[in-house]
Protein backbone atom coordinates (compact mmCIF):
# COMPACT_ATOMS: atom_id res chain seq x y z
CA UNK A 1 0.00 0.00 0.00
CA UNK A 2 1.14 3.57 -0.52
CA UNK A 3 2.34 5.06 2.52
CA UNK A 4 -0.52 7.42 3.74
CA UNK A 5 2.12 9.21 5.58
CA UNK A 6 5.52 9.45 4.01
CA UNK A 7 7.15 12.28 5.97
CA UNK A 8 6.26 10.63 9.57
CA UNK A 9 6.58 6.88 8.58
CA UNK A 10 7.58 5.36 11.89
CA UNK A 11 9.95 2.24 12.00
CA UNK A 12 8.39 -0.99 12.63
CA UNK A 13 9.21 -3.24 15.63
CA UNK A 14 9.40 -2.59 19.26
CA UNK A 15 9.12 1.00 18.96
CA UNK A 16 5.51 0.91 17.70
CA UNK A 17 4.68 -1.20 20.72
CA UNK A 18 6.67 1.26 23.36
CA UNK A 19 4.47 4.54 21.55
CA UNK A 20 1.40 2.19 22.30
CA UNK A 21 1.96 1.90 25.41
CA UNK A 22 2.70 5.75 26.18
CA UNK A 23 -0.49 6.86 24.25
CA UNK A 24 -2.41 4.48 26.30
CA UNK A 25 -0.63 6.33 29.37
CA UNK A 26 -1.46 9.48 28.50
CA UNK A 27 -5.60 8.53 27.53
CA UNK A 28 -7.53 10.08 29.49
CA UNK A 29 -10.61 7.83 28.67
CA UNK A 30 -8.68 4.57 29.63
CA UNK A 31 -9.97 4.17 32.37
CA UNK A 32 -13.42 3.19 30.93
CA UNK A 33 -12.37 0.70 29.71
CA UNK A 34 -12.57 -1.21 33.15
CA UNK A 35 -16.65 -0.78 32.71
CA UNK A 36 -16.85 -3.36 29.94
CA UNK A 37 -16.65 -7.04 29.97
CA UNK A 38 -13.44 -7.64 27.62
CA UNK A 39 -10.64 -10.52 27.18
CA UNK A 40 -8.18 -10.55 25.51
CA UNK A 41 -9.35 -10.33 21.90
CA UNK A 42 -8.48 -7.11 20.01
CA UNK A 43 -12.20 -6.19 19.22
CA UNK A 44 -12.59 -3.80 16.73
CA UNK A 45 -16.25 -4.62 15.39
CA UNK A 46 -17.84 -1.64 17.78
CA UNK A 47 -19.48 -0.14 14.85
CA UNK A 48 -21.33 -3.53 14.32
CA UNK A 49 -22.48 -4.27 17.60
CA UNK A 50 -20.77 -2.26 21.08
CA UNK A 51 -18.89 -4.69 23.93
CA UNK A 52 -21.26 -5.17 27.03
CA UNK A 53 -20.76 -2.48 29.71
CA UNK A 54 -20.48 -4.72 32.69
CA UNK A 55 -22.99 -3.66 35.08
CA UNK A 56 -25.67 -4.00 32.49
CA UNK A 57 -26.62 -7.75 33.58
CA UNK A 58 -27.26 -6.74 36.97
CA UNK A 59 -29.29 -4.43 36.03
CA UNK A 60 -31.47 -6.01 33.59
CA UNK A 61 -31.66 -9.21 36.20
CA UNK A 62 -33.27 -6.75 38.22
CA UNK A 63 -36.04 -5.81 35.68
CA UNK A 64 -36.84 -9.30 35.19
CA UNK A 65 -36.53 -10.74 38.95
CA UNK A 66 -38.55 -7.73 40.70
CA UNK A 67 -40.20 -5.06 38.31
CA UNK A 68 -41.21 -7.87 36.05
CA UNK A 69 -41.25 -10.69 38.22
CA UNK A 70 -42.37 -9.26 41.53
CA UNK A 71 -44.36 -5.79 40.80
CA UNK A 72 -45.62 -7.38 37.12
CA UNK A 73 -48.10 -4.50 35.57
CA UNK A 74 -47.10 -2.30 38.45
CA UNK A 75 -43.60 -1.49 37.02
CA UNK A 76 -45.52 0.86 34.17
CA UNK A 77 -45.80 3.45 36.78
CA UNK A 78 -43.84 1.97 40.27
CA UNK A 79 -40.50 1.53 37.33
CA UNK A 80 -41.72 4.16 35.40
CA UNK A 81 -41.79 1.30 32.38
CA UNK A 82 -44.35 4.18 30.58
CA UNK A 83 -41.90 7.17 29.89
CA UNK A 84 -38.94 5.29 29.28
CA UNK A 85 -38.82 5.93 25.37
CA UNK A 86 -38.55 10.13 26.16
CA UNK A 87 -36.52 8.96 29.15
CA UNK A 88 -33.97 7.39 27.23
CA UNK A 89 -34.55 9.35 24.76
CA UNK A 90 -32.89 12.78 27.08
CA UNK A 91 -30.21 10.42 27.61
CA UNK A 92 -29.28 9.83 24.21
CA UNK A 93 -29.78 13.56 23.43
CA UNK A 94 -26.63 15.62 24.88
CA UNK A 95 -24.50 12.22 22.95
CA UNK A 96 -25.62 13.62 19.68
CA UNK A 97 -25.83 17.32 20.28
CA UNK A 98 -29.74 17.67 21.13
CA UNK A 99 -31.80 19.67 24.51
CA UNK A 100 -34.05 17.74 25.74
CA UNK A 101 -37.43 16.58 24.83
CA UNK A 102 -36.78 16.19 20.83
CA UNK A 103 -36.10 12.26 20.79
CA UNK A 104 -37.40 9.42 21.38
CA UNK A 105 -36.40 6.00 21.93
CA UNK A 106 -38.14 2.61 20.32
CA UNK A 107 -38.42 0.48 17.48
CA UNK A 108 -35.91 -0.23 14.26
CA UNK A 109 -33.65 1.90 12.77
CA UNK A 110 -35.44 1.01 9.34
CA UNK A 111 -38.73 2.17 11.04
CA UNK A 112 -37.90 5.31 11.96
CA UNK A 113 -36.56 6.21 8.75
CA UNK A 114 -39.45 5.25 6.95
CA UNK A 115 -41.24 7.75 9.66
CA UNK A 116 -38.90 10.58 9.54
CA UNK A 117 -38.97 10.32 5.52
CA UNK A 118 -42.61 10.31 4.89
CA UNK A 119 -43.03 12.55 7.68
CA UNK A 120 -40.50 15.30 6.14
CA UNK A 121 -42.56 15.42 2.90
CA UNK A 122 -45.58 15.56 4.78
CA UNK A 123 -44.07 18.93 6.15
CA UNK A 124 -42.72 19.98 3.71
CA UNK A 125 -45.97 20.20 1.75
CA UNK A 126 -48.20 21.46 4.72
CA UNK A 127 -49.89 18.28 5.14
CA UNK A 128 -48.88 17.99 8.83
CA UNK A 129 -50.86 19.16 11.70
CA UNK A 130 -51.33 23.10 12.15
CA UNK A 131 -50.75 23.40 7.76
CA UNK A 132 -47.79 25.59 6.93
CA UNK A 133 -44.74 25.01 4.78
CA UNK A 134 -41.79 23.46 6.39
CA UNK A 135 -39.39 24.68 4.06
CA UNK A 136 -40.62 26.93 1.71
CA UNK A 137 -42.15 26.17 -1.86
CA UNK A 138 -39.24 27.43 -4.02
CA UNK A 139 -41.80 29.36 -5.85
CA UNK A 140 -40.59 32.73 -4.97
CA UNK A 141 -44.03 34.78 -4.51
CA UNK A 142 -45.33 32.50 -8.13
CA UNK A 143 -47.14 29.65 -8.35
CA UNK A 144 -46.49 27.09 -6.14
CA UNK A 145 -44.45 24.22 -6.84
CA UNK A 146 -45.41 20.88 -5.98
CA UNK A 147 -42.08 19.19 -4.06
CA UNK A 148 -42.39 15.62 -5.37
CA UNK A 149 -38.22 14.34 -5.13
CA UNK A 150 -36.85 12.57 -2.38
CA UNK A 151 -33.11 12.33 -2.86
CA UNK A 152 -31.51 9.57 -1.15
CA UNK A 153 -27.36 9.45 -0.63
CA UNK A 154 -26.61 6.49 -2.98
CA UNK A 155 -23.94 4.82 -1.03
CA UNK A 156 -25.96 4.42 1.86
CA UNK A 157 -26.98 1.30 3.69
CA UNK A 158 -29.25 -0.88 1.92
CA UNK A 159 -32.11 -1.01 4.19
CA UNK A 160 -32.43 3.02 4.01
CA UNK A 161 -32.42 2.60 0.50
CA UNK A 162 -35.51 0.62 0.73
CA UNK A 163 -37.28 2.48 2.78
CA UNK A 164 -37.04 5.72 0.81
CA UNK A 165 -38.46 3.46 -2.21
CA UNK A 166 -41.36 2.92 -0.15
CA UNK A 167 -41.58 6.45 0.94
CA UNK A 168 -41.23 7.44 -2.32
CA UNK A 169 -44.07 5.01 -3.66
CA UNK A 170 -46.48 6.06 -0.69
CA UNK A 171 -46.10 9.94 -1.34
CA UNK A 172 -46.25 9.90 -4.92
CA UNK A 173 -42.44 11.15 -4.87
CA UNK A 174 -39.59 10.56 -7.59
CA UNK A 175 -36.62 9.15 -5.76
CA UNK A 176 -33.05 10.22 -7.07
CA UNK A 177 -30.29 8.38 -5.91
CA UNK A 178 -26.96 10.52 -5.61
CA UNK A 179 -23.80 10.46 -3.90
CA UNK A 180 -23.61 13.37 -1.09
CA UNK A 181 -21.03 15.29 -2.51
CA UNK A 182 -23.98 15.62 -5.72
CA UNK A 183 -26.26 16.29 -3.67
CA UNK A 184 -26.16 20.85 -3.44
CA UNK A 185 -26.18 20.88 -7.29
CA UNK A 186 -28.55 18.33 -7.95
CA UNK A 187 -31.54 20.23 -5.20
CA UNK A 188 -34.07 22.16 -6.81
CA UNK A 189 -37.84 23.76 -6.04
CA UNK A 190 -39.22 19.93 -6.72
CA UNK A 191 -37.05 18.53 -3.83
CA UNK A 192 -39.00 17.78 -0.37
CA UNK A 193 -36.74 15.54 1.78
CA UNK A 194 -32.90 14.52 1.55
CA UNK A 195 -31.71 11.52 3.27
CA UNK A 196 -28.37 11.34 4.26
CA UNK A 197 -25.67 9.06 5.86
CA UNK A 198 -23.40 10.91 8.32
CA UNK A 199 -20.97 8.24 7.83
CA UNK A 200 -20.25 5.78 4.82
CA UNK A 201 -20.68 2.48 6.27
CA UNK A 202 -18.13 0.63 3.99
CA UNK A 203 -14.98 3.59 4.02
CA UNK A 204 -16.12 5.47 6.97
CA UNK A 205 -16.06 8.31 5.03
CA UNK A 206 -17.48 11.32 7.23
CA UNK A 207 -20.03 13.28 5.65
CA UNK A 208 -20.26 17.44 5.75
CA UNK A 209 -23.65 17.44 7.98
CA UNK A 210 -23.49 21.32 8.56
CA UNK A 211 -22.91 21.95 5.01
CA UNK A 212 -25.17 19.58 3.30
CA UNK A 213 -27.90 20.60 5.81
CA UNK A 214 -27.72 24.09 5.01
CA UNK A 215 -27.76 23.34 1.54
CA UNK A 216 -30.81 21.35 1.56
CA UNK A 217 -32.72 24.72 3.58
CA UNK A 218 -31.48 26.76 1.41
CA UNK A 219 -33.89 24.61 -1.20
CA UNK A 220 -36.58 24.76 0.36
CA UNK A 221 -36.36 21.05 1.67
CA UNK A 222 -36.27 19.02 4.84
CA UNK A 223 -32.76 16.97 5.66
CA UNK A 224 -33.24 13.51 7.58
CA UNK A 225 -29.65 11.87 9.03
CA UNK A 226 -28.81 8.30 9.33
CA UNK A 227 -26.42 8.56 12.41
CA UNK A 228 -26.01 4.78 13.22
CA UNK A 229 -22.01 5.27 12.54
CA UNK A 230 -21.53 8.41 14.53
CA UNK A 231 -23.47 8.38 17.39
CA UNK A 232 -21.16 8.08 20.06
CA UNK A 233 -18.06 8.13 18.38
CA UNK A 234 -17.78 11.66 17.28
CA UNK A 235 -19.81 15.05 18.05
CA UNK A 236 -22.82 15.38 16.02
CA UNK A 237 -24.63 18.67 16.58
CA UNK A 238 -27.73 18.52 15.75
CA UNK A 239 -29.15 21.93 17.31
CA UNK A 240 -26.13 23.31 16.51
CA UNK A 241 -26.32 22.62 12.99
CA UNK A 242 -30.43 22.78 12.46
CA UNK A 243 -30.98 19.17 11.48
CA UNK A 244 -34.58 18.45 10.87
CA UNK A 245 -34.86 15.06 11.86
CA UNK A 246 -32.08 12.44 12.54
CA UNK A 247 -32.61 8.49 13.55
CA UNK A 248 -29.74 6.20 14.62
CA UNK A 249 -29.40 3.00 16.19
CA UNK A 250 -27.76 2.03 19.94
CA UNK A 251 -26.09 -0.95 19.72
CA UNK A 252 -22.95 0.18 17.86
CA UNK A 253 -20.90 2.76 19.71
CA UNK A 254 -23.30 3.29 22.02
CA UNK A 255 -23.42 -0.61 23.29
CA UNK A 256 -26.65 -1.12 23.92
CA UNK A 257 -27.24 -4.76 23.11
CA UNK A 258 -27.72 -6.73 20.32
CA UNK A 259 -31.37 -5.24 18.70
CA UNK A 260 -31.58 -2.92 20.97
CA UNK A 261 -34.08 0.22 20.31
CA UNK A 262 -33.53 3.30 17.86
CA UNK A 263 -34.14 6.30 18.64
CA UNK A 264 -35.89 9.13 16.38
CA UNK A 265 -35.05 12.95 16.48
CA UNK A 266 -37.61 15.66 16.07
CA UNK A 267 -36.49 19.20 16.01
CA UNK A 268 -38.51 21.25 18.31
CA UNK A 269 -39.57 23.85 15.72
CA UNK A 270 -41.28 20.58 13.45
CA UNK A 271 -42.88 18.63 16.71
CA UNK A 272 -46.18 20.44 16.23
CA UNK A 273 -46.66 19.21 12.71
CA UNK A 274 -44.93 16.44 12.97
CA UNK A 275 -47.32 13.91 10.94
CA UNK A 276 -46.02 10.30 11.48
CA UNK A 277 -47.66 7.59 9.15
CA UNK A 278 -47.57 4.92 11.86
CA UNK A 279 -49.47 6.66 14.43
CA UNK A 280 -49.90 4.11 17.27
CA UNK A 281 -51.97 4.36 20.74
CA UNK A 282 -48.71 4.96 22.12
CA UNK A 283 -48.83 8.37 19.98
CA UNK A 284 -52.13 9.30 20.99
CA UNK A 285 -52.54 12.58 23.33
CA UNK A 286 -55.21 9.74 25.01
CA UNK A 287 -53.45 6.31 24.97
CA UNK A 288 -55.95 5.16 27.56
CA UNK A 289 -58.68 6.85 26.03
CA UNK A 290 -59.11 4.08 23.26
CA UNK A 291 -61.10 6.63 20.95
CA UNK A 292 -61.54 5.23 17.52
CA UNK A 293 -59.87 8.49 16.15
CA UNK A 294 -56.36 9.69 16.29
CA UNK A 295 -55.19 12.74 17.64
CA UNK A 296 -51.47 13.02 17.95
CA UNK A 297 -49.74 13.68 21.28
CA UNK A 298 -47.66 16.65 22.19
CA UNK A 299 -44.23 17.06 21.38
CA UNK A 300 -41.70 13.93 20.92
CA UNK A 301 -44.03 11.78 21.87
CA UNK A 302 -45.47 11.41 18.27
CA UNK A 303 -42.93 9.88 17.40
CA UNK A 304 -43.97 6.69 20.08
CA UNK A 305 -46.27 3.82 18.17
CA UNK A 306 -46.31 0.79 19.87
CA UNK A 307 -45.60 -0.87 23.51
CA UNK A 308 -42.14 -0.44 23.97
CA UNK A 309 -40.12 -3.05 24.23
CA UNK A 310 -38.94 -2.72 27.95
CA UNK A 311 -36.44 -5.51 28.56
CA UNK A 312 -33.95 -3.94 25.62
CA UNK A 313 -34.99 -0.35 26.18
CA UNK A 314 -33.98 -1.01 30.03
CA UNK A 315 -30.61 -2.48 28.87
CA UNK A 316 -30.02 0.76 26.93
CA UNK A 317 -30.85 2.51 29.29
CA UNK A 318 -28.28 1.04 31.76
CA UNK A 319 -25.82 0.68 29.14
CA UNK A 320 -25.80 4.72 29.08
CA UNK A 321 -24.33 4.51 32.42
CA UNK A 322 -20.79 4.47 30.83
CA UNK A 323 -21.10 7.87 29.32
CA UNK A 324 -21.42 9.42 32.56
CA UNK A 325 -19.05 12.64 32.82
CA UNK A 326 -17.47 11.60 29.20
CA UNK A 327 -16.85 14.37 26.63
CA UNK A 328 -17.40 13.90 23.65
CA UNK A 329 -14.45 16.33 22.20
CA UNK A 330 -12.55 13.76 23.92
CA UNK A 331 -14.31 10.79 22.18
CA UNK A 332 -13.25 13.32 19.38
CA UNK A 333 -9.43 13.34 20.10
CA UNK A 334 -9.00 9.53 20.79
CA UNK A 335 -11.09 8.54 18.33
CA UNK A 336 -8.88 10.62 15.46
CA UNK A 337 -5.46 9.22 17.40
CA UNK A 338 -6.33 5.36 17.25
CA UNK A 339 -7.20 5.87 14.21
CA UNK A 340 -4.35 7.73 12.56
CA UNK A 341 -2.05 5.38 14.69
CA UNK A 342 -3.51 2.21 13.58
CA UNK A 343 -2.88 3.43 9.66
CA UNK A 344 0.82 4.19 10.50
CA UNK A 345 1.36 0.71 11.83
CA UNK A 346 -0.45 -0.75 9.15
CA UNK A 347 1.81 1.39 7.06
CA UNK A 348 5.06 -0.22 9.45
CA UNK A 349 4.11 -3.30 9.45
CA UNK A 350 1.84 -4.11 6.20
CA UNK A 351 3.74 -4.90 2.97
CA UNK A 352 3.49 -2.01 0.08
CA UNK A 353 1.11 -3.07 -2.25
CA UNK A 354 -0.88 -5.48 -0.14
CA UNK A 355 -3.58 -3.26 1.10
CA UNK A 356 -5.00 0.20 0.20
CA UNK A 357 -6.38 2.44 2.36
CA UNK A 358 -10.55 3.36 1.79
CA UNK A 359 -10.41 6.04 4.86
CA UNK A 360 -9.36 9.55 4.31
CA UNK A 361 -6.47 11.17 5.59
CA UNK A 362 -7.83 14.69 6.31
CA UNK A 363 -9.93 14.18 10.04
CA UNK A 364 -12.90 16.19 8.73
CA UNK A 365 -13.65 13.40 6.02
CA UNK A 366 -12.90 10.12 8.81
CA UNK A 367 -16.01 8.71 10.99
CA UNK A 368 -14.52 6.29 13.82
CA UNK A 369 -13.49 3.20 11.68
CA UNK A 370 -10.45 2.10 9.19
CA UNK A 371 -11.16 0.22 5.41
CA UNK A 372 -8.48 -1.41 3.89
CA UNK A 373 -9.06 -2.81 0.56
CA UNK A 374 -7.16 -6.09 -0.11
CA UNK A 375 -7.78 -9.55 -2.35
CA UNK A 376 -9.39 -12.25 -0.36
CA UNK A 377 -10.65 -9.53 2.10
CA UNK A 378 -12.99 -12.15 3.47
CA UNK A 379 -10.22 -14.92 4.30
CA UNK A 380 -8.28 -12.44 5.59
CA UNK A 381 -10.98 -11.42 8.25
CA UNK A 382 -11.21 -15.21 9.28
CA UNK A 383 -7.91 -15.83 10.35
CA UNK A 384 -7.85 -12.54 11.90
CA UNK A 385 -10.62 -13.32 13.86
CA UNK A 386 -8.78 -16.80 14.51
CA UNK A 387 -5.76 -15.40 15.98
CA UNK A 388 -7.74 -13.20 18.25
CA UNK A 389 -8.53 -9.82 16.17
CA UNK A 390 -11.92 -8.88 15.42
CA UNK A 391 -13.18 -6.73 12.75
CA UNK A 392 -15.83 -7.37 10.01
CA UNK A 393 -15.75 -8.14 5.81
CA UNK A 394 -17.86 -6.18 3.39
CA UNK A 395 -17.92 -7.44 -0.15
CA UNK A 396 -16.38 -7.75 -2.13
CA UNK A 397 -12.95 -6.76 -0.44
CA UNK A 398 -13.06 -4.34 2.33
CA UNK A 399 -11.48 -4.62 5.91
CA UNK A 400 -13.36 -2.57 8.30
CA UNK A 401 -12.08 -2.32 11.59
CA UNK A 402 -14.44 -0.28 13.99
CA UNK A 403 -12.55 1.89 16.85
CA UNK A 404 -14.69 2.43 20.09
CA UNK A 405 -13.17 5.51 21.94
CA UNK A 406 -14.77 4.44 25.37
CA UNK A 407 -12.76 0.77 25.26
CA UNK A 408 -10.00 0.39 22.44
CA UNK A 409 -6.76 0.50 23.01
CA UNK A 410 -3.32 2.43 21.61
CA UNK A 411 -2.17 -1.05 22.00
CA UNK A 412 -5.41 -3.18 20.59
CA UNK A 413 -4.40 -0.77 17.50
CA UNK A 414 -1.03 -1.93 17.11
CA UNK A 415 -1.45 -5.34 17.86
CA UNK A 416 -4.34 -5.58 15.01
CA UNK A 417 -1.97 -4.15 12.60
CA UNK A 418 0.81 -6.49 13.16
CA UNK A 419 -1.36 -9.45 13.11
CA UNK A 420 -3.21 -8.31 9.85
CA UNK A 421 1.11 -7.97 8.40
CA UNK A 422 1.57 -11.68 9.73
CA UNK A 423 -1.69 -12.84 8.30
CA UNK A 424 -1.23 -11.43 5.00
CA UNK A 425 2.52 -12.37 4.31
CA UNK A 426 1.58 -15.79 5.24
Wanted: net charge negative; hydrophobic share 40%.
Amino acid sequence: MSDPRPASRPSPGPDLRIQAKELDREDELAVKRAEFVLDDTVYLDGNSLGALPAHVPDRVADVINRQWGRLRIRSWGESEWWTAPERIGDRVAPLVGAAPGQIVVGDSTSVNVFKALVAAVRLVRGEGDGGGSGGGDGSGGGPRVERDEIIVDATTFPTDGYIAQSAARLTGCRLTPLTPAEVPTALGPRTAAVLLNHADYRTGRLHDLPGLTAAVHAAGALAVWDLCHTAGALPVGLDEHGVDLAVGCTYKYLNGGPGSPAYLYVRRELQDRFDSPLPGWNSHAEPFGMRPEFEAADGVLRGRVGTPDILSMLALEAALDVWDGVSMDAVRAKSLALTDFFLRCVAAYVPEGLVESLTPDAHAERGSQVALRCEGAGDVMQRLIERGVVGDFRAPDVLRFGFTPLYVSFADAERAARVLAEVLES
